[in-house]
């Protein structure tokens, strides 16, 4: 632990997410999580988490992949889509995100673990149906990485 004299701010924590994407069936899908505790237990969420201590942000994004849907992506398939930082984003507190974007071909098996009771390859569409509870501002997250990797921005779609 780095001692900062007392004269730096400690204001939030440094998380990173992941978005995944695949085709399945030929239908643009993402990689999600179940959320099995709080905030947001049992809601829908990309892999993520906090970054440990002295860990680079792409090292955590492969970290969490791994962890929360038992998948191994290298860190030079991911690419930084940019950060998230809006107030409230997070009900813990002030959270500041770092969200990676990246494609694996052929819908590779996933299997939920750590902080995720399940994992799987969901539609793009299906995700921004309203009737589908999503975590944090993950569903802003995939309209953006889809916007970046593919140059439209999905709708969300009301019932
Ligand atoms: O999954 P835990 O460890 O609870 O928290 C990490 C999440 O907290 C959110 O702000 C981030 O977007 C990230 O997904």
Redesign the pocket.
């Known amino acids: 632990m780095v001692d900062n004299g007392g004269s730096w701010p400690v204001t939030g924590r440094f998380?990173v997410?992941a978005v995944l994407f695949t085709k399945l069936g030929g239908v643009l899908s993402v990689l999600v999580v179940k959320r099995a505790?709080e905030p947001f237990r049992t809601a829908v969420?990309?892999p993520?988490?906090?970054v440990e201590p002295g860990e680079r942000a792409a090292d955590a994004a492969v970290r969490e992949l791994a962890e929360e849907a038992g998948i191994v992506v290298r860190r030079d398939r991911l690419r930084r889509l940019g950060c998230y930082r809006r107030p409230g984003?997070?009900p813990r507190g002030q959270?500041v995100?770092v969200a990676y974007h990246g494609y694996v071909s052929g819908a590779p098996p996933v299997v939920g673990g750590s902080?995720a009771c399940a994992a799987r390859w969901l539609a793009v569409a299906e995700l921004q149906s309203a009737d589908i509870r999503v975590a944090?501002d993950?569903r802003d997250i995939v309209s953006d990485a889809v916007f970046r990797r593919f140059g439209w921005r999905p709708s969300v779609l009301r019932s």
Do not use: P, T, Y
């Open positions: 998380a997410d505790k969420a990309l993520g988490g906090f984003r997070d959270v995100s902080d944090f993950h």
